[in-house]
């Protein structure tokens, strides 16, 4: 097959080429002497990341889905009650992961299209006078449907009720992609991923805790241990993991977050805003809708944007696959079919984000769904013209 395949899923994304260079490397010794030198440094540098200074970080050989299991294990207790909403397919499994693991769970449930209901949340924080819940979660961008919830507004409300929950949030398809404060915002535990805008493979759980949550582990009574915040601390205090970590991927984060840090994370997070507002531009020109319900709820990481009644998006995706040779993103649960998503994170600038407009148009026109081919694209076009940033010289 010439040419090459495109990946427009909302992670893994695009490995850049510095840091697949960085991973092209022999294996190494964990326990060599020098291995802090890569590591010690590298624990400050994703802190930043996180814009934490007083936070610790913790990287897991998992997926994102075993950094959601550190953050609960290591801070509750079976029975602890705490407060969720669920809005789409990963806040939802964030739901039953706490409910597997005993945790009473008082869960709102929320409409696809919209976020983190933080009315709710201080009602329910106000009325527990007895502060029996003990921590409270956030999915921060939704990756099922394109919705960012505030996180800073969840705050607010746990000060203004003067509640002491703890903060989680899962920041997995928005650490490093999407404006992240864990320090200003209180955030007790942040959950992130490598292949997401760390634009790594899939392979780190990356997880970032506060003095407060540390301090929770002490009475906390669920149990773990391949995910012990004790047993990383152990090793990592001097630069050494409990079991064998995956160094070719510490190299390649050591690589990816150079990267994040010479751009600048105000410049990344920007990045990110203006690739996204292309792509609702062509939305809009396409006239289709977002499943995101308001312009507050829209991610700036993917967009899930629905077909016409009586098309199916999940269909689309296939086709553009057989026929294009790229990867879009089908939509899941509750919509799956009724709309597609295109991931727009990690290593893209404007000339990459065009094409799975492109790509989009032609498998839609293919399909009978009413759309001028180059509408989208022109849209967009206009829209990176008139905002266009000086990339050389
Ligand atoms: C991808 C994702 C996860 C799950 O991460 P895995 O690495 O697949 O385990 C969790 N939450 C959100 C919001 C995600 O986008």
């Known amino acids: 097959m010439p040419g090459r395949n495109f990946l427009f899923i909302p992670g893994p994304t695009n490995v850049p080429q510095r840091v697949r260079n960085a991973m092209a490397i022999e294996q190494e010794d964990m326990r060599a002497m020098d291995f802090p030198k890569l590591t010690l440094p590298l624990f400050e540098d994703v802190k930043k990341i996180f814009q934490t200074r007083t936070g610790r970080v913790f990287i897991f050989p998992s997926s ?3 950094g959601w299991e550190a953050a609960i294990s290591n801070t509750l207790s079976p029975g602890d ?3 969720m909403s669920h809005f789409g397919h990963f806040s939802w499994l964030w739901v039953d992961m706490c409910q597997r693991h005993a945790l009473n769970v008082q869960e709102l449930e929320v409409p696809w299209g919209e976020g983190v209901p933080v009315e709710k949340y201080a009602e329910n924080l ?3 006078r007895n502060r029996d ?5 956030v999915c921060q961008n939704e990756t099922a449907t394109g919705v960012t919830s505030d996180v800073a507004a969840v705050r607010r409300a746990l000060d203004a009720a003067g509640h002491p929950a703890l903060l989680f949030v899962d920041g997995v398809s928005s650490v490093a992609s999407i404006d992240f404060r864990m320090d200003e915002w209180g955030v007790d535990v942040c959950v992130s991923g490598s292949q997401k805008g760390f634009m790594l493979p899939t392979g780190l759980g990356i997880v970032c805790v506060s003095q407060k ?3 929770a582990r002490k009475s906390a009574k669920l149990h773990r241990v391949f995910f012990s915040f004790d047993d990383m601390i152990a090793g990592n205090d001097n630069g050494f993991f409990p079991y064998t970590p995956n160094t070719i991927y510490l190299r390649g984060l050591r690589e990816s977050v150079n990267m994040l840090l010479e751009e600048g ?4 997070f920007a990045r990110h805003r203006r690739l996204a507002t292309a792509v609702r531009k062509a939305v809009e020109a396409w006239g289709l809708k977002l499943v995101a319900a308001d312009p507050k709820w829209y991610s700036d990481t993917v967009s899930a944007i629905y077909v016409p009644e009586g098309f199916d998006g999940n269909e689309m995706v296939r086709h553009a696959y057989k026929f294009y040779n790229i990867a879009l993103s089908v939509s899941l649960g509750k919509i799956a079919g009724k709309a597609f998503r295109i991931g727009h994170l990690g290593d893209l600038n404007e000339l990459m984000i065009l094409t799975p407009i492109a790509a989009a148009e032609m498998a839609m026109k293919d399909l009978g769904i009413k759309v001028k081919l180059g509408s989208g694209v022109g849209a967009a076009q206009e829209y990176l013209c008139s905002t266009k940033v000086q990339v050389r010289g």
């Open 126 to 128: 106000k009325a527990d």
């Open 81 to 83: 009650k705490v407060l």
């Open 213 to 215: 949550a540390l301090d």
């Open 133 to 137: 819940i003990k921590a409270v979660f």
């Open 265 to 268: 994370l105000p410049n990344v």
């Open 64 to 66: 994102g889905t075993g």
